[in-house]
């Protein structure tokens, strides 16, 4: 799979790290939700507060990033941000399927934008890039989502991704076979590292789950 960065988005210190990885989807992992999100969301409910979101080192590097490309990450949250605020505002999370959750728990374990997406739908070259002005797709949840200033996933048939919502044309579905599990870094984070926890976690908690390939770019 190849996958680019543009320049300037490299000049602000945004890095990619992508795992692909085949697997059998499941409704509901009870293994996933016992053994990882419940024991994490139960310590975040305990512990953190909104201020912590604030003063959080990987979160305020992400919204800087936002800010100097011109969208305001108040009104267009990281999923990273709008996932940590649901979990100390004690409003759960939604269960989806095996691997939106498992890439929930990545997003809420090292502050971090996560996507997750149906390699099947995908085309060609994926490039990270901006949202041109007047752009939007159809959101997941939502009718559309406004792109413009926002970093974006792009394929060969337009963007299907972002570190705040992502596209309804390549959204995992109970049927998926073969995912990408993409995360946004924006600077701090030890990515190999992160990486090796990520493919020990897919293989460990995905039905028959095979890490196929893993990059940072």
Same mark, same amino acid.
């Not at 992508?18 to 409910?45: A, D, G, M, R």
């Given at each position: 799979?190849?996958?680019?960065?543009?320049?300037?988005?490299?000049?602000?210190?945004?890095?990619?790290?992508?795992?692909?990885?085949? %697997?059998?989807?499941?409704?509901?992992?009870?293994?996933?939700?016992?053994?990882?999100?419940?024991? !994490?969301?139960?310590?975040? &409910?305990?512990?953190? #507060? /909104?201020?912590?979101?604030?003063?959080?080192? +990987?979160?305020?590097?992400?919204?800087?990033?936002?800010?100097? !490309?011109?969208?305001?990450?108040?009104?267009?949250?990281?999923?990273? @941000?709008? !996932?940590?605020?649901?979990? /100390?505002?004690?409003?759960?999370?939604?269960?989806?399927?095996?691997?939106?959750?498992?890439?929930?728990? %990545?997003?809420?374990?090292?502050?971090?934008?996560?996507?997750?997406?149906?390699?099947?739908?995908?085309?060609?070259?994926?490039? !990270? $890039?901006?949202?041109?002005? $007047? &752009?939007?797709?159809?959101?997941?949840?939502?009718? +559309?989502?406004?792109? &413009?200033?926002?970093?974006?996933?792009?394929?060969?048939?337009?963007?299907? $991704?972002?570190?705040?919502?992502?596209?309804?044309?390549?959204?995992?579905?109970?049927?998926? #076979?073969? $995912? *990408? /599990?993409?995360?946004?870094? %924006?600077?701090?984070? @030890?990515?190999?590292?992160?990486?090796? @926890?990520?493919?020990? *976690?897919?293989?460990?908690?995905?039905?028959?789950?095979?890490?196929?390939?893993?990059?940072?770019?």
């Amino acid at each position: 799979m190849k996958v680019v960065i543009e320049d300037h988005l490299k000049k602000l210190g945004v890095t990619l790290a992508y795992t692909v990885v085949e %697997f059998e989807n499941e409704t509901y992992s009870e293994k996933i939700w016992q053994e990882l999100l419940n024991p !994490l969301l139960q310590t975040i &409910e305990e512990k953190d #507060s /909104i201020e912590r979101i604030k003063d959080d080192e +990987a979160m305020i590097a992400t919204k800087k990033v936002y800010r100097a !490309l011109g969208k305001d990450p108040a009104r267009f949250r990281p999923s990273s @941000d709008s !996932l940590w605020r649901r979990v /100390i505002q004690k409003k759960g999370l939604y269960q989806i399927n095996s691997l939106v959750d498992l890439n929930n728990y %990545f997003s809420l374990k090292y502050k971090l934008p996560f996507g997750s997406y149906d390699a099947a739908k995908i085309a060609g070259e994926i490039r !990270l $890039g901006v949202g041109q002005e $007047g &752009e939007s797709y159809s959101g997941i949840g939502k009718k +559309a989502v406004n792109i &413009e200033n926002l970093m974006v996933l792009i394929d060969a048939a337009g963007a299907f $991704g972002s570190p705040t919502s992502d596209s309804t044309r390549a959204m995992i579905s109970d049927h998926t #076979s073969q $995912g *990408l /599990i993409v995360g946004y870094l %924006f600077g701090g984070t @030890d990515a190999a590292a992160m990486q090796k @926890d990520i493919a020990v *976690l897919v293989e460990s908690y995905l039905k028959n789950g095979k890490v196929v390939e893993q990059g940072i770019v």
